[in-house]
């Protein structure tokens, strides 16, 4: 039994090795061993939260003491960018690989077709979702989309909103109301929500209903995810960009020059 339990994190919940990156505990999964992870939770009836963090997030979360309760309560965590991956390098052992949520929307929901789990869609603006559901249908045949709604609504909504979601009975949730309004609407809503899996996608439907591009592979793979977001929206990103950014390098790099240091004084130099 997993002595860090949480309603997000069912106490019989088995929890993977992780890596301390900072202040994020990430679990050394795969892509492939995330969605497998998920799908059997879902198949064996168990509840809990996945959090894709990347290095905006992250920060994110050292300035809001909410968002990194969530994060460190969800019973996955996974690192949804190159620099994170770079970065667990520092450490032993590493993560295998980058996770991002965008891609584990596909993978989850051609596991979903296949098995025969019903899904629910949360978030973006009404015609966005629509179009969303409409693509991922058309990847994933048979797709048992159990309901979508948009993430537009007031306080006062969002209990009926979360009840319609139990109601359909889905047991695989995908938030995506940007963060951290997303990670508070899944925390306060959680006993009504009844999905047995949630996963919280930011902006990922935008990306897949085709209402904004994502970066060429190339530009993932070298870590310029986040530039390339910068060139499509310069004005709105540029302040949140280059403090999360400089704040992680800098804090990085001064871990990086505390472990040197720290192993130089254990083993001395002869
Ligand atoms: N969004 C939403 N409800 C809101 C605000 C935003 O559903 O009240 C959606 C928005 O339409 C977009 C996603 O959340 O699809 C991400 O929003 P945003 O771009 O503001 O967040 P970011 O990805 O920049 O953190």
Request: positive net charge.
């Amino acid at each position: 039994m997993s002595s860090d339990a949480s309603p997000l994190r069912p106490p019989e919940a088995t929890r993977s090795s992780q890596v301390q990156i900072l202040n994020g505990r990430f679990d050394r999964l795969s892509a492939e061993e995330t969605v497998q992870e998920v799908i059997g939770a879902v198949q064996a009836g168990e509840r809990g939260v996945l959090s894709t963090v990347n290095v905006s997030i992250l920060m994110m979360m050292r300035q809001n003491p909410r968002l990194q309760r969530f994060i460190d309560a969800s019973r996955w965590t996974v690192a949804d960018g190159q620099p994170l991956v770079w970065a667990s390098h520092l450490r032993q052992p590493r993560l295998p690989e980058r996770v991002a949520g965008i891609d584990l929307i596909d993978q989850l929901c051609a596991r979903a077709a296949q098995d025969g789990i019903g899904v629910y869609f949360l978030g973006a603006e009404s015609g966005t979702v629509h179009a969303a559901v409409a693509v991922l249908r058309s990847r994933h045949r048979g797709l048992d989309v159990r309901g979508y709604a948009d993430g537009y609504f007031g306080p006062e909504q969002a209990e009926a909103r979360a009840r319609a979601v139990a109601d359909s009975g889905a047991g695989l949730l995908f938030v995506a109301m940007g963060v951290p309004r997303q990670e508070h609407f899944i925390e306060e809503q959680w006993e009504n929500l009844g999905a047995r899996v949630v996963i919280g996608v930011g902006g990922s439907f935008d990306v897949i209903a085709g209402r904004r591009k994502r970066a060429p592979v190339f530009v993932q793979r070298a870590g310029l995810e986040w530039a390339y977001r910068l060139a499509q929206e310069p004005r709105r990103l540029f302040r949140r960009y280059l403090v999360t950014n400089s704040q992680f390098l800098g804090l990085i790099s001064w871990s990086a020059i505390a472990q040197v240091a720290l192993v130089r004084r254990v083993i001395p130099r002869p």
